[in-house]
């Protein structure tokens, strides 16, 4: 994020930047433990997950949903800024991707130091949320760092880090929480890699990025998909620090008809039927099979 009264970069991270540090428990995320898995080893688990982003990435172009983003800058407890837009994913008869705006007052960010352009806006609708696919595991090195309770879940905990940064390509850098059942990303804590600072040039733009968490869902019996991400930073720039926090909200996934078919492992996975339940909203603590779902999230 760049401190401007005319814009920012804006880039959101759904993974965690937690290398060295033990993440926090609360109430239904147990201690981690450095253990090895039992009848498979790190290396397995690796292109097992990723084969299933990839299968996730897939389907959930295929569903529609509503999403609701919300960015405010803040002193204590006043906010002193707010960006808020509702919007619906939505695809015509020939399987193309729509938007339908529901809400979009006039942003205020700039009073409290930000604003957001044209390129934030597209940060919000196709970088959500981050996916670790079979051809991208290269361009990251994967460290497995142990096992933890996640609400019912129970999950081999890996930390990521690019290898390289190329060119202008914008990476991850974290932590990633994978189901030992369904081998898929169920809670992603971290930030976009790299930053920009500048601390000789005046004026210089800098570009800083808060740290997220990403919290799971599974829908339909069969995917993974983000329902709740939040971010509560203090980004610190050459003139000041600004407390900024964000919440984006994933609500009413709903399979679309149409006549492409999702594989895996070389069968067809169902449709569901049309008059399955949508899952609840994130930040209702839903009793369904899912990860912690709290704002505590492991801080470096």
């Known amino acids: 994020m760049k401190r401007s009264s005319r814009s920012i970069l804006f880039f959101v991270a759904l993974a965690a930047c937690v290398f060295v540090a033990s993440p926090g428990a609360s109430a239904q995320e147990g201690p981690l433990e450095n253990t090895p898995p039992k009848s498979i080893t790190p290396e397995e688990i690796i292109p097992r ?32 800024g707010e960006y808020h837009e509702v919007f619906d994913v939505l695809y015509d008869d020939k399987g193309h991707r729509i938007e339908n705006v529901v809400f979009a007052p006039q942003s205020t960010l700039e009073q409290g130091g930000l604003g957001l352009d044209e390129g934030d806006v597209q940060d919000f609708r196709n970088r959500l949320p981050f996916v670790l696919t079979t051809e ?59 930053e920009i600072r500048d601390t000789k040039k005046k004026g210089k733009e800098e570009h800083l990025y808060p740290k997220f968490t990403t919290w799971r869902q599974q829908v339909d019996n069969q995917y993974w998909f983000p329902t709740y991400t939040r971010a509560d930073d203090t980004l610190t720039f050459n003139t000041g620090d600004i407390h900024i926090r964000e919440i984006v909200k994933y609500e009413d996934y709903k399979r679309f008809g149409s006549n492409v078919r999702i594989l895996y492992e070389g069968k067809e996975i169902p449709k569901a039927p049309n008059d399955q339940k949508a899952p609840p909203a994130a930040d209702q603590n839903p009793d369904q099979k899912k990860p912690d779902a709290t704002p505590d999230s492991p801080q470096k």
Do not use: M, S
Not at 156 to 174: E, L, S, T
């Open 49 to 80: 997950f990723a084969a299933r982003e990839k299968l996730f990435k897939e389907a959930r172009e295929q569903y529609t949903y509503r999403q609701d983003v919300k960015v405010q800058t803040r002193d204590g407890d006043t906010v002193t």
């Open 136 to 194: 991208e595991v290269p361009e990251y090195n994967i460290l497995y760092v142990g096992q933890q309770q996640e609400d019912q879940l129970h999950c081999y905990v890996f930390d990521i880090a690019p290898k390289q940064i190329v060119g202008k390509k914008r990476y991850f850098q974290g932590r990633i929480w994978v189901d030992d059942h369904d081998f898929q990303i169920v809670k992603t804590y971290g930030k976009a890699v790299p």
